[in-house]
């Protein structure tokens, strides 16, 4: 099945800060997702980007699927930024569903 | 548009026993999937349903098994219950199979006893 990894596993900033989030994944995808999970458990989507780019608010996402890369943009971070961010890649004809990495821990401090 | 609806949210079962968890999903999707989630392994897919069949299936035991309902409503559920079955269940819903966007429930949190 697909490998990914992310990283930073962990990543603390001030309120105000930008932070870019990277995903790394071992094959071909036609299916790749960033979600938020909020402290509650809620996985809440964030992008659909199999590849190319889309901003949503202070929000934005680039998946280079030829090298096999996708980041994560976030601007003029806010205390509700804070969670676990994962990216979960699926290659649509596999049996595995998608494959979510360990995600990336924020803590956006005031 | 309500989104997906996941009963019951919370659940403490002893070893042993058997759980049945429901999954609605956002109206007008036919796609359900189930991830598992713990500390330990992380996010984990279970199966996926599509049209009252099961179309892929995890890594996972027997003891694990679902079915969806014309309504494409789906449970799952969970024999035998043991200690590492404790977890944050979600279920994830689509227009049709996986390849678009997934939309997640808040999840069934399982405690096993």
């Known amino acids: 099945g697909i490998q990914v990894e992310q990283s930073p596993p962990d990543l603390i900033l001030q309120e105000g800060a930008n932070s870019t989030l990277r995903c790394n994944f071992s094959?071909?995808?036609?299916?790749l997702q960033w979600f938020h999970q909020n402290p509650w458990g809620q996985l809440i989507n964030l992008f659909y980007?199999?590849?190319g780019t889309k901003q949503n608010g202070r929000l934005s996402a680039t998946t280079v699927a030829t090298e096999r890369y996708s980041l994560l943009y976030i601007s003029s971070s806010q205390t509700t930024d804070s969670g676990v961010y994962f990216c979960?890649?699926?290659?649509?004809?596999?049996?595995?569903?998608?494959?979510f990495g360990k995600g990336t821990h924020l803590i956006i401090q005031p | 548009k309500a989104g997906v609806t996941q009963t019951p949210r919370y659940l403490i079962k002893t070893r042993g026993q058997q759980v049945t968890l429901s999954c609605s999903p956002i109206?007008?999707?036919?796609?359900v999937s189930w991830y598992q989630q713990t500390p330990g392994q992380g996010l984990q897919f279970l199966f996926e349903?599509?049209?009252?069949?099961?179309?892929n299936k995890g890594n996972f035991p027997g003891r694990f098994s679902g079915r969806q309902f014309s309504n494409s409503r789906s449970e799952m559920n969970v024999s035998t219950l043991e200690l590492g079955d404790s977890a944050l269940y979600l279920c994830?819903?689509?227009?049709?199979?996986?390849?678009?966007?997934?939309?997640f429930g808040p999840g069934t949190r399982l405690l096993v006893l």
């Open positions: 109206s007008g999707h036919r796609s």
């Open positions: 094959d071909s995808v036609n299916n």
């Open positions: 980007i199999p590849s």
């Open positions: 349903y599509f049209s009252e069949t099961q179309r």
């Open positions: 979960a890649p699926g290659s649509g004809g596999g049996a595995d569903g998608l494959t």
């Open positions: 994830a819903s689509s227009w049709t199979f996986r390849g678009e966007t997934q939309y």
